[in-house]
């Protein structure tokens, strides 16, 4: 039997999400881009997949080559992002069980922000590229939980953070960029090209279509 000091025992649980792909079923960051940027930036996507340059440089380059405001660019996405089912009944889910829930992404603040408002979800902890609007374009600039300016390793430096906080972090994510901290979370749940990398790697995690499917993987953890 287990002592009552065990018994005593709460495990803390995260859920680290990514949000592009993840929480929305296609990047907005991209949509953007497609209307707005240089031809370039597609060049500049391929060398930051291929492993060329960090996404921190990425998105510094092709957002540079954007030239109109906040506004205009969310007006542009306003009526095409779709959020993956289940998301409300995930964030009813963690409340109910008092699981935090942050977003860690490689996207903009000021869209995923105003995104979450929309949505009536603006009360969720983001933590993503810091931006500003000037003449030189859009300055997308990362730091890292200690405040310090980043180009590469974010979302790894927050699943870091976490973990040092006593956190069990449950991993939510989509892309390749999610590789790194999906390999150092408690638990994985994977779609997309982060499913076939762990797949490919033979490593553990469990697949989702949608936030219903998270839902039923968490209810599987102990608590």
Known sequence: MLGKEARDIVVKILLQSDFDGTITEKDVSFMMLDTFA????????????????????????????????????????????????G????????????????????????????ILKDIGASDIEVFAAATRFGADGVQARYFSPEGEEIEAGFKEAYLRSFQKRGYQVVYVGNGISDAPPAERAYRVFATGDLQNYLSQKRLSYIPFTDFNDVIKGLATLPQ
């Open 38 to 85: 240089s031809n370039n930036w597609r060049q500049w996507l391929k060398e930051y997949k291929d492993g060329k340059i960090s996404v921190g440089r990425f998105n510094t380059q092709a957002f540079s080559t954007v030239r109109v405001g906040r506004e205009t660019l969310l007006d542009s996405v306003k009526d095409k992002v779709r959020i993956r089912p």
């Open 87 to 114: 998301f409300h009944s995930l964030l009813a889910y963690c409340r109910q069980h008092n699981f935090r829930l942050v977003i860690v992404s490689n996207g903009l603040d000021f869209y995923i922000q105003r």
